[in-house]
Every structure is written in C-alpha cells, then in structure tokens.
C-alpha cells in the first residue's frame, strides 16, 4: 500500500547562510587581489626596489643572495636558477620565480634598435695613447664589453694593462674613477704606473690609490675576486670604469691537468668570462683580459700560436686582438675578431712613456 505525502506539509529550504558568506568572501578576496596588482604595478612602474621587495625572498634568503654577490634585482634577473639554488638552498622552481619576478620588475624584453643606439651614448672610449691602435679599436677600449689580447710572453699584454690602467683615471667625463687589477702571475708593478702617470703630468699618488690590486692565487680565488667587484660597485659606490684580469687563463691550465679535466677547466672559464661580461654590461666597465698561448706542433704554414681557452674565451670576448713581436724590438697588434670592426694591424713600440710611433 503506497503511503500519502502531503507536500504543502515539507518545510521549504531557506537559502543557506554559508552561501551568502561564500559569495561576499570572493567579492571581498577579489577586491584585495585587485588592490594588490594594483600597488605592485605602481612600484614596478615607479620607484626602484630592492631584492627584498621580490616574492619568496626574505631576511634570512637575502643575507645568502647579498653574500656572494646577488645584491641587486639586476643581478639576480640576470643569474641563471642553478646560480640561486647553489648560493642559498632554495628549490629550483622558487628559484625561477624569484628571477622571473627580477625580470618582470626590470622590464626585461625585446629593444627596438634605436633604443639600443641611444644607450650606446654612455660607452665610454679607453684610449692607448697611439692614434693607430686606438683607430683600429674604433677610438679606443669600448666599456661594456670584454677586450683580449693574446700573445706569447714578453709580447707587451702587460705592459697595455698598465697603460690603459693610467688612461682610465685621466678621464675628464668621470668623477673619481677607479680602476681594478686582479693580478693572477705578479706582474702589476706600481713603479712602472710611476712611470706612465710622471709622462702624462698626472698625480702619481692619486693614481696610485686609485687602483685597487687584488693578487689571485688560484682559480678559485680568481673567480671570488670578480665576485667582490659587483659589491664594490653596488655597496661601496666606487665608480669603477676598468677590470684588468692579467692572466685569465694561468692558473685554469695550471690547475686542470690533461684531458680529462679539459670539460670541467672550460666549465668553470665559462661561468668566470659570463659573469665578467655581466660585470661589463650591468656597469658600463671596460673589462680588459691576457691571454696565454701554445704553439700548434701540428701546423706547417702559416703562425702556430694559439690563444689558451678555446672557442669558450674566443666566444665570450667581444673585441679579440693578437699581439706578436715585430721587427727591430716592435710590436704588431692585430684585430682578430670583432663585432663591428674590419680586421687590422698596427705596429708600434713599448716605450717608457707607453705607445710610440714606428
């Protein structure tokens, strides 16, 4: 027998409190999210921030970034996530956030070509003191951009370190520049700067401290030394237009022994030429690096010598000059590789007053 059910008897479902609250809770979740992007796009488009302003960073992260040279947000929109993750722990994917959101704040993207002109106005020219080299460099040393020069011993690559260490301070559009010397063999030698700045009338005294010597001991050592430039710039304000690494490849193909040490030797000169190609872009500096040689037994024609580093070196160094002995104690000096500069040698003498005519 079916039972009766009354329906007008059952009770109608009054709308759920929990609904209502539900429904003002996105509204009110929507305007907060609302206000947020709206607060983060005033600072990205405004006012500069600082690596704490970015998201997943805190104290504690910050400190470990600042500590080995990731104290600006360029600085980390730059680095790689391996970079990150090896300097303070964090996983791989909050590394890419936090340098992703570097990146957004900084507008990094594509430049028309104009823009890349305009910005070429603030490269600065080191001059050598010889019109014909500095002809043939497009009027001198470009600052942005890593120049190397390779030659064998006694070939003078030392001797333009020194020069264009002096030329650097004499810049008239500069205030207070500085100069940095990271000698990996001995080499920097302050009698010889004597000698350069007394034949230009310069004050010895203020040259002199205005170059900061770092002598490196080893390859790691080395690496640290470019490490510490960024926090010079960045904390210490020092106005630094010239990075001389005199020799960059010494003490890698003293420490990397053989063949089967050939992969990691190019690894690690691969991480010590970007991170001095950033050091050039970020700051506008001039980045000056020797280079050793070997002689190829192989070769029967032509010039066996060979610049140390590789494809590695030849890639990452945007001007590339080689410099042999030349007739009667002079030298040659001849542009092997560059971005915008046909091909071409100048000859000259090392005096002690620095490049002179032939």
Known sequence: ????????EIPM???????????????????????????????????????NDLPGIGPATAEKL????????MAIAVATPGEIVEACGISEAGARKIINAARDNLEMGFESGDQILKKRERVI????????????????????AITEI??????????????????????????NPVVVYVDTENT???????????????DVDAVLKSIK????????????????????????????????????????????????????????????????????????????????????PDQFFGDPTQAIGGHIVGHASTFRIYLRKGKKGSRVAKLVDSPSLPEAEVAFYLTEKGLQDI
């Open 13 to 51: 479902k009054e709308k759920d409190e929990d609904e209502t609250m539900v429904e003002e809770f996105d509204d009110e979740q929507f305007q907060l999210e609302k206000e947020e992007i709206n607060t983060s796009a005033v600072k990205k488009k405004g006012k500069e921030i600082t690596i």
């Open 213 to 296: 010597v770092g002598r490196a001991y080893n390859s790691d050592h080395q690496m640290l030394l470019v490490d510490k430039i960024e926090e010079m710039i960045t904390e210490q304000h020092l106005n630094v237009k010239l990075i001389v690494i005199d020799s960059l490849t010494a003490h890698f193909r003293a420490e990397f022994v053989g063949r089967g040490t050939l992969a990691d030797r190019q690894q690690k000169l691969n991480k010590h030429m970007h991170a001095l190609l950033r050091l050039a872009d970020t700051h506008n500096v001039c980045v000056y690096v020797t280079n050793q040689v070997m002689a190829k």
């Open 150 to 175: 390779y030659a064998e011993f006694g070939g003078g690559k030392t001797q333009i370190g020194h020069i264009l260490a002096v030329n650097a301070l004499a810049l008239e559009s500069e205030k």
């Open 188 to 202: 920097f030698r302050p009698e010889r700067i004597k000698q350069i700045a007394d034949g230009k009338g310069m």
């Open 66 to 73: 600042i500590a080995v040279g990731f104290g600006t947000v």
């Open 1 to 8: 027998m079916k039972a009766h059910i009354n329906l007008e």
């Open 125 to 144: 020219k080191l001059s050598t003191g010889h019109k014909g080299f500095d002809a043939m460099m497009g009027g001198g040393f470009e600052t942005g």
